[in-house]
């Protein structure tokens, strides 16, 4: 596993970034997060190079998760892109047909689904 597991999070909601943040830095020592709450920058930043994993809110203004997920996949095909957020599977199945995430974790109440995201981003950065 890398010494650093730099992680770009996006979400157009700022509590969340910060909630967000703070719990995937406390559950892994490798994860460096940064945080980003529009889309595009998001895209530009990802697709630079300066990043091991992308997460992403799906509902978001200008550009939802899976497009932003889309237009990752063109610059870097093999960038682990994970879908955190509260839609359910049926509105995400609808909208990623070609199947482009790494992975989805469900936001919720505690703190579990931050364990589950870390454990998912560890393994797709070994």
């Not at 992680?7 to 703070?22: F, P």
């Not at 945080?35 to 992308?54: I, L, M, S, Y």
């Not at 992403?56 to 610059?75: A, N």
């Amino acid at each position: 596993m890398p010494s650093a597991i730099e992680v770009l999070v996006v979400d157009e909601d700022e509590d969340m970034l910060e909630l967000t943040e703070t719990f995937l830095e406390r559950e892994s020592e490798p994860i460096e997060v940064t945080t980003e709450k529009r889309p595009p920058e998001a895209a530009e930043q990802a697709g630079n190079g300066d990043f091991d994993c992308v997460v992403t809110d799906l509902r978001m203004p200008e550009m939802d998760g899976i497009e932003l997920c889309q237009q990752l996949r063109e610059q870097r095909p093999d960038l682990p892109v994970f879908l955190f957020t509260a839609a359910d599977s049926a509105d995400i199945d609808a909208k990623d047909g070609s199947g482009e995430l790494t992975g989805v974790v469900q936001k919720g109440t505690g703190t579990e689904h931050y364990t589950d995201l870390a454990a998912k981003i560890e393994s797709a950065a070994e």
